[in-house]
């Protein structure tokens, strides 16, 4: 394992490049960047999880910090922009083609959650990459505009940008937590959806907690993602193979729906949804039973395809 950091647009991009038991640097390995989910780090589930099997299955590993996130650089803090989450991946393919140990032909992505949707929106336009796998994935713009926080999505565009007009004058930037501080305090609340009160145990507890696992957004930066859509054009420019992973409880996240319209839409001629029985999407974060299910497709996919 070792940490990097190497250019972005104006900052670094930090990140941990995992290897395989056997590796030797004299040899060219198939790569695979690994991209976390919104509100998430590399030290979390692309990291601990995937990437460690994908590294232990013979592959080189990068695990990503999205800018502005993590131990990532850029300015503000907190930034959740899929169009820079989308650029984050490109510079790390730009990182991995100078490795002499990586293989350039053979580079593949896996994201989960919003990672998932941002790894299949990159290779509509990013050719150097030959696979994806997505965990669980979100379509993070369609998600926001599914009546985010109880509000139209015009009635967020508003207060966004009040909020940015006021920040631009100098008030203090609103940092929003995307969840509640404690399942207990979910509950307290009436909250019944699955995702967000599994997001709460896997973020807010031991089981998942992270010091740069912020599960936090700035929110007069949200404009940019309510108009965004991670499956624009994949009927036209998603050609890369590509493998969906989804568990079979819908919750209010979306990744069910998502992960039904993207193997539909897309214009892969090698596609495949994974379905699990009995899974929900933060079961596919890291429980043993539905991880094991998952790589058990995901580690052939990618020796396959890449």
Same mark, same amino acid.
């Given at each position: 394992?070792?940490? $990097?950091?190497?250019?972005?647009?104006?900052?670094?991009? /930090?990140?941990?490049?995992?290897?395989?038991?056997?590796?030797?640097?004299?040899?060219?390995?198939?790569?695979?960047?690994?991209?976390? %989910?919104?509100?998430?780090?590399?030290?979390?589930?692309?990291? *601990?999880?995937?990437?460690?099997?994908?590294?232990?299955? +013979?592959?080189?590993?990068? $695990?990503?910090?999205?800018?502005?996130? +993590?131990?990532?650089?850029?300015? %503000?803090?907190?930034?959740? *922009?899929?169009?820079?989450?989308?650029?984050?991946?490109?510079?790390?393919?730009?990182?991995?083609?100078?490795?002499?140990?990586?293989?350039?032909?053979?580079?593949? $992505?896996?994201?989960?959650?919003?990672?998932?949707?941002? /790894?299949?929106?990159?290779?509509m336009t990013e050719r150097r990459i030959k696979a994806v796998v997505s965990i669980t994935?979100?379509?993070?713009?369609?998600?926001?505009?599914?009546?985010?926080?109880?509000?139209? =999505?015009?009635?967020?565009?508003?207060?966004?940008?009040?909020?940015?007009?006021?920040?631009?004058?100098?008030?203090?930037?609103?940092?929003?937590?995307?969840?509640? =501080?404690? $399942?207990?305090?979910?509950?307290?609340? +009436?909250?019944?959806?699955?995702?967000?009160?599994?997001?709460?145990?896997?973020?807010?507890?031991?089981?998942?907690?992270? =010091?740069?696992?912020?599960?936090?957004?700035?929110?007069?930066?949200?404009?940019?993602?309510? +108009?965004?859509?991670?499956?624009?054009?994949?009927?036209?420019?998603?050609?890369?193979?590509?493998?969906?992973?989804?568990?079979?409880?819908?919750?209010?996240?979306?990744?069910?729906?998502?992960?039904?319209?993207?193997?539909?839409? /897309?214009?892969?001629?090698?596609?495949?949804?994974?379905?699990?029985? *009995?899974?929900?999407?933060?079961?596919?974060?890291?429980? %043993?039973?539905?991880?094991?299910?998952?790589?058990?497709?995901?580690?052939?996919?990618?020796?396959?395809?890449?």
């Amino acid at each position: 394992m070792q940490a $990097v950091k190497y250019n972005n647009l104006a900052w670094k991009s /930090a990140a941990t490049l995992l290897f395989p038991t056997d590796f030797d640097p004299s040899k060219k390995y198939p790569a695979i960047i690994s991209v976390h %989910p919104i509100g998430s780090c590399k030290e979390q589930t692309s990291g *601990n999880i995937y990437g460690q099997a994908l590294a232990e299955a +013979g592959f080189v590993v990068l $695990v990503i910090d999205a800018s502005f996130q +993590g131990e990532s650089g850029g300015e %503000p803090r907190f930034t959740e *922009n899929p169009y820079h989450r989308v650029e984050d991946i490109r510079y790390a393919v730009d990182y991995l083609i100078t490795q002499d140990f990586v293989d350039e032909t053979r580079i593949g $992505v896996l994201g989960i959650c919003g990672g998932g949707g941002y /790894a299949l929106n990159v290779a509509m336009t990013e050719r150097r990459i030959k696979a994806v796998v997505s965990i669980t994935g979100v379509n993070f713009g369609r998600m926001l505009r599914d009546n985010f926080g109880g509000q139209s =999505p015009i009635e967020v565009l508003e207060a966004v940008a009040q909020q940015r007009t006021a920040e631009a004058r100098g008030a203090e930037k609103m940092i929003m937590s995307f969840l509640p =501080p404690s $399942v207990e305090a979910a509950q307290q609340a +009436g909250i019944q959806d699955i995702d967000i009160l599994e997001a709460t145990d896997y973020y807010k507890t031991s089981r998942g907690q992270q =010091p740069n696992g912020a599960t936090s957004a700035l929110y007069s930066g949200l404009s940019a993602a309510l +108009g965004w859509d991670a499956f624009a054009l994949s009927e036209t420019l998603l050609t890369q193979p590509i493998l969906v992973v989804i568990g079979d409880q819908p919750g209010g996240f979306g990744a069910y729906r998502d992960g039904y319209e993207i193997v539909r839409r /897309a214009a892969s001629k090698q596609k495949e949804l994974l379905v699990l029985e *009995n899974t929900s999407h933060y079961e596919l974060y890291d429980q %043993p039973e539905p991880v094991a299910q998952a790589l058990a497709k995901v580690i052939p996919f990618f020796k396959e395809q890449l």
